[in-house]
């Protein structure tokens, strides 16, 4: 047997406290939505899919199949507006496009800015 829930007394109706199951604060967040998680999440599952393919595939078209695996995460990562995003997502992003660049053969300098961008935002 469970008693029900009592405001406490002595306070004001602004600030009851309803015990365990207070009320969720408002969020003080921007209006704008979240990017959906399946984004990066699919982002992700694509990037360690590069990087197995980095570590097991020695054919002769190796760096033709790194390219195009890299292009799915960008691609993956590229056609959302990151500016409204929570700084925890863009960083996330960021690191997820720096990894994706870094896994290729040759230098690539964007790769180090993302995961650099990645640092500072995180």
Not at 50 to 60: E, I, M, N, P, V
């Amino acid at each position: 047997y469970a008693e029900p829930l009592q405001p406490q007394r002595g306070k004001t109706s602004d600030s009851l406290r309803w015990g365990a199951m207070a009320p969720p604060e408002p969020s003080l967040a921007s209006s704008t939505p979240p990017p959906p998680p399946s984004s990066l999440a699919r982002a992700e599952d694509l990037l360690l899919a590069l990087y197995r393919a980095k570590a097991t595939d020695f054919s002769g078209d190796r760096q033709a199949s790194l390219q195009h695996s890299c292009d799915a995460v960008l691609t993956e990562l590229g056609g959302q507006c990151e500016a409204e995003w929570p700084p925890a997502q863009r960083a996330r992003a960021a690191y997820l496009r720096g990894r994706a660049l870094d896994a290729l053969e040759k230098y690539n300098p964007e790769a180090e800015a993302n995961l650099s961008k990645a640092v500072k935002l995180s």
